[in-house]
């Protein structure tokens, strides 16, 4: 693949092919000397339409650990700001020659476009609630090595999965590799039709979370619901939020997972956001190691690669 914009495209072996190498970043990740050279002499732009602190590091930390010169595009500070369109901030940057593109977008879409604009590669990092796919890769890694693998496992994404494109592009991946995916949300802030991304409904969370070997929650993205239904934080939580009682209908060796960035007492409480069972930070480590496993992967394919 020359590029990658989405987890829909990719067949279970390039997903594996994927994962095998994000093993081997891990490996080098937590050694002395950090460094490769297969990036070496590309440039590598990050270019972040909407905010980010997880993704745009770790995407700068992995291009930086293979060789590549890496620049992170300061929008608030650019020329969109006085109306320059997506297109002409690619062709823009394309004309500085680049390597490699990786783009966060509010629109869903927007980086397709991009990639038919211009002549490098180019890395979805979020396009509005359509993908994410390096998510998705990070968290079937952390998933992997905790538990072995993912073929049979029971994964419930819960809340608001309308807005969530880390839930699409999970749900994708997860079914790819034989997972059984269920979605746990209010009826308000579940997409319709969602049952056929081939996932189990359900509105009422403790009945969700029966027999689930992963629950992944996320974050309420009140930013998304300009005058639409917003909940009460309080009602939330209530209802949706995972507090010890909700996770212990799930399996005892169930583990916790959030992509972040978490609002506390919102949709999990901190007693298991940093409890046993939680995932969470090592979901952190695994995003560099798969951001590296991505730009390496895309390295064969680029011009004169
Ligand atoms: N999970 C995630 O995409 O986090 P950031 O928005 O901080 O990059």
Redo the contacts with the bound molecule.
């Keep these: 693949h020359r590029h990658l914009l989405g987890i829909e495209g990719l067949s279970r072996p390039d997903i594996e092919a994927l994962l095998a190498r994000a093993d081997d970043a891990v490996a080098l990740s937590r050694q002395v000397e950090k460094k490769r050279n297969v990036l070496r002499g590309r440039t590598q732009i990050n270019l972040f339409f909407?905010?980010?602190?997880?993704?745009?590091?770790?995407f700068e930390l992995a291009g930086k650990r293979l060789g590549a010169d890496v620049m992170n595009m300061s929008v608030a500070s650019s020329s969109v700001k006085k109306g320059e369109t997506l297109i002409d901030t690619a062709a823009t940057l394309n004309a500085m020659r680049p390597d490699i593109i990786v783009v966060?977008h509010h629109s869903a879409g927007a980086v397709h476009l991009l990639a038919r604009k211009v002549d490098c590669a180019v890395v979805n990092?979020?396009d509005g609630a359509h993908e994410?796919p390096t998510?998705a890769l990070l968290d079937a890694l952390t998933i992997r090595r905790n538990k072995g693998g993912i073929e049979g496992l029971t994964v419930a994404i819960c809340g608001d999965v309308l807005h969530s494109r880390?839930a699409r592009s999970n749900i994708l991946l997860l079914n790819a590799l034989g997972a059984r995916v269920r979605v746990i949300g209010p009826s308000t802030l579940l997409p319709t039709g969602v049952a056929r991304l081939g996932v189990e409904v359900f509105t009422n969370m403790r009945e969700g979370l029966k027999g689930c070997d992963i629950v992944m929650m996320l974050r309420l993205q009140r930013e998304r619901m300009n005058g639409s239904f917003v909940p009460s934080v309080k009602e939330y939580f209530r209802y949706y939020g995972l507090d010890s009682e909700k996770l212990a209908l799930a399996k005892p060796d169930a583990l916790v997972m959030h992509?972040?960035?978490m609002n506390r007492g919102v949709e999990i409480s901190s007693e298991i956001a940093d409890g046993a069972q939680s995932l969470i930070r090592e979901?952190v480590e695994m995003?560099v190691a798969v951001r590296m496993a991505v730009l390496e992967a895309l390295a064969t394919h680029l011009p004169n690669g």
């Design positions: 909407e905010p980010s602190t997880r993704t745009q590091s770790s966060r990092a979020g994410h998510q880390v992509p972040g960035p979901q995003g």
